[in-house]
């Protein structure tokens, strides 16, 4: 059975096993799938520095752990070292951020990101930049106050976030929000039965683009 390796570049064990439930749950018949943890840095990255860093631990996730994998998953908002597995050895690796813009511009939607993080902001928009749909991003909502503090509330984080939503709807227009950040998983879930637009939740879109890929390298064989 192909094996898919879900990467968590955040510390918590706990945020990886919410991550991989969600992401089995996306998963047809016939695959397989497990996740692995950081084993240094934050139990959540929340800006660029700590996202800069996080690249040498996905990839060393990779190499230790992803050797009968048929690719991976990284789960973490701003794709920290999707270049480095990619240039590996070919297998396909899908990225949270990248994966779930290119799924809410489909169509020539125009989308938005609802998050919590403001100091990630900057490389949000330049990740859509690299993705091809910069033309199609509307800008960032952020939530208030500590984001580790606010996730830590599912509640509250689920309300927070969907002011945001309701802002990158109502104010900029998006046609489709993005929630950015793994650890807003569940939330993410939650929010897209709340909205007539589209509100996509990151680990599901990365499982899609992954199956996709690994469908167009089975075709070509």
Not at 13 to 26: F, G, K, L, P
Not at 131 to 153: E, H, K, M, N, S
Request: net charge negative.
């Amino acid at each position: 059975m192909p094996h898919i390796l879900l990467i968590n570049p955040n510390s918590s064990q706990a945020t990886t096993e919410m991550m991989v439930a969600i992401a089995r749950s996306t998963l047809p018949a016939g695959y397989a799938l497990s996740g692995v943890s950081a084993r240094q840095g934050p139990g959540m990255i929340v800006n660029a520095v700590e996202l800069a860093a996080a690249g040498e631990e996905v990839e060393r996730n990779w190499r230790e752990g992803g050797r009968h994998s048929v690719g991976a998953i990284i789960s973490a908002f701003g794709d920290p070292g999707i270049e480095r597995l990619r240039a590996l050895d070919g297998r396909p690796v899908a990225g949270l951020c990248e994966a779930s813009m290119l799924e809410a511009a489909e169509g020539g939607r125009r989308f938005g990101v609802a998050t919590v993080t403001p100091e990630l902001a900057d490389v949000i928009g330049e990740k859509a930049q690299q993705a091809g749909v910069a033309g199609r991003y509307t800008g960032i909502r952020l939530t208030a106050g500590d984001p580790r503090v606010l996730a830590a509330d599912p509640q509250a984080l689920e309300e927070a976030l969907a002011e945001a939503v309701r802002a990158c709807v109502e104010r900029d227009g998006a046609e489709a929000v993005v929630i950015g950040g793994g650890p807003l998983g569940q939330a993410a879930l939650a929010l897209a039965q709340r909205f007539p637009v589209p509100v996509i939740a990151p680990i599901p879109a990365a499982v899609r683009y992954l199956l996709k890929a690994l469908q167009a390298l089975e075709a070509a064989a």
